[in-house]
Each structure stands twice: as structure tokens, then as C-alpha cells.
């Protein structure tokens, strides 16, 4: 596979499954009347500089209700280990013939396609082994995009070895700097106290409110910012969330 082509496939790969320690079910829960995967992958699909969207999920039968939804919104799916979700990524790629993988989770229903092809162009631009807005934080929690060669994808999954890493599989790579190429993208302004990403009820709570108040059209950074802005006690909602740590597998 020839990952730095002048122009390589680009594939989002959104990892989506019914179990979640503290929201079990929470991808397929109602937003405005639709799954929140629905918004997730509606949201990914209007971002510009992606050849294919992809979801991945587990071969579990609790996630076959994935698999029908994607069905029936004609989204390519794949189905690979529950927990290994390194590897589910990999073999997910080779699926589609990717180069580059977007890694989107199914967690954010606020993703902005704009900040997503914001990361994929300056990926694109010095095509390093990975490219994040996660590496410095400035954009609100649940408007994270990784993007990684599929080589690099490649090595990760065949060196990884621990448990974390297998699961968040992204960590072997940014964890090891020397070995690796990678690009921190960041904002102008540091909103990276916002959380908008979906992990327990209050975090439902909160995007359903933005989106009662919003409405269903293609929310972007600015709109949520404004209306939390002149709305305060919104943030309250999931205030005292914490993110589980990166070695909570």
C-alpha cells in the first residue's frame, strides 16, 4: 500500500460499538430524533477532503443493531475485536484500500467536518506519520480527528503490545516521538475547557440541549460557542465530568 501518493485515499473510520462502561448504548441513543451515530457520521461525511467514510465495530451480536443502522444509511461497515481496537482499525483499513485513516469515535456528535478537514489538509500538506488536535488541546473535548499513514497504522499494530494501547490505538504512536512523525494542529484560541463529548448521561444531557436550542443544522465550532456564551449554565450540565484516564481500558 503506498501511502505517500500524491493523492492518497483518505478514509474516516469511526470505531462505534453498544458496550460503554458508563453509558451502555449511548451511539444509538435519540438526538433530535436520530442516533447520535447518525449525527456523528452525517457530521463526518460533510467534511470535504474525505474519500470514504467507513464505521467499525465489533463482531459482538449486541452490534448487529449497528451494522442494520448502517445499512440503512448506506454506510460501508466492518466488524473486527471488541476490545484489540488497533486491530480492528488495521484490518478495517485494508478493507477500503486506505492510505490515510481518519480516526473519528462515535462519542462525538458535535464533531465539526470543518475542524476534521482542517486536520486532514495539514496532514496533507507535510504528510507526517500522524496529525492531531489532540497533542495540545485547544478545541473543545469531542472535537477530536487523528490522522495516521497507514503505514504507520501498520507499524503500531505490529509493535504495540499493551493493553492501552491496543485499546486507544493511537498511543503507540504519539507516545513515541523518536519513532515517529507528528503534527500538533491547534486553534488560534484555547477552548479546550469545553467538554462536548459523549461519556455519561449529563454529557447526553448537554448535546441534546445544544441541539434543542440549535436545532439539526451543521453545527460548527462558532454556533455552539456563541449559544454557550449566552447560556452559561449549559456547560453546567456535564461540568463535573472527568475523562476517563488513558489507561482506564
Not at 496533507?124 to 488541546?137: G, H, K, S, V
Amino acid at each position: 500500500m503506498s501511502g505517500k501518493t500524491e493523492h492518497p485515499r483518505v478514509v474516516a473510520i469511526i470505531q462505534a460499538r453498544m458496550g460503554s462502561s458508563r453509558l451502555p448504548g449511548k451511539v444509538l441513543a435519540s438526538i433530535q430524533g436520530n442516533p447520535m451515530l447518525w449525527h456523528v457520521v452525517e457530521r463526518t461525511r460533510a467534511a470535504h477532503t474525505l474519500d470514504e467514510v467507513m464505521v467499525a465495530t465489533t463482531t459482538r451480536s449486541v452490534d448487529d443493531a449497528i451494522v442494520d443502522f448502517c445499512g440503512e444509511q448506506g454506510v460501508a461497515v466492518f466488524r473486527g475485536s471488541e476490545d484489540d481496537v488497533l486491530q480492528r482499525y488495521y484490518q478495517a483499513a485494508l478493507e477500503v484500500n486506505a492510505d490515510v485513516v481518519v480516526r473519528i469515535t462515535s462519542d462525538c456528535p458535535l464533531i465539526d467536518p470543518q475542524i476534521v478537514d482542517k486536520t486532514v489538509l495539514a496532514y496533507l500538506e507535510t504528510l507526517p506519520d500522524y496529525a492531531a488536535n489532540t497533542i495540545l488541546r485547544t478545541y473543545p473535548r469531542g472535537l477530536d480527528t487523528e490522522v495516521i499513514s497507514f503505514q504507520a497504522l501498520e507499524r503500531a499494530h505490529r509493535e504495540a503490545h499493551k493493553a492501552y494501547e491496543r485499546a486507544h490505538v493511537t498511543p503507540y504512536i504519539y507516545e513515541n516521538p523518536r519513532e515517529f512523525s507528528i503534527l500538533s494542529v491547534t486553534g488560534e484560541q484555547d477552548y479546550s475547557q469545553h467538554r462536548w463529548t459523549v461519556d455519561t448521561p449529563e454529557d447526553l444531557e448537554f448535546v441534546r440541549a445544544i441541539y434543542d436550542r440549535l436545532g439539526e443544522e451543521m453545527l460548527l465550532l462558532n454556533d455552539i460557542l456563541h449559544l454557550v456564551e449566552r447560556e452559561p449554565d449549559l456547560m453546567r450540565i456535564n461540568s463535573a465530568i472527568e475523562q476517563k484516564a488513558l489507561h482506564e481500558c
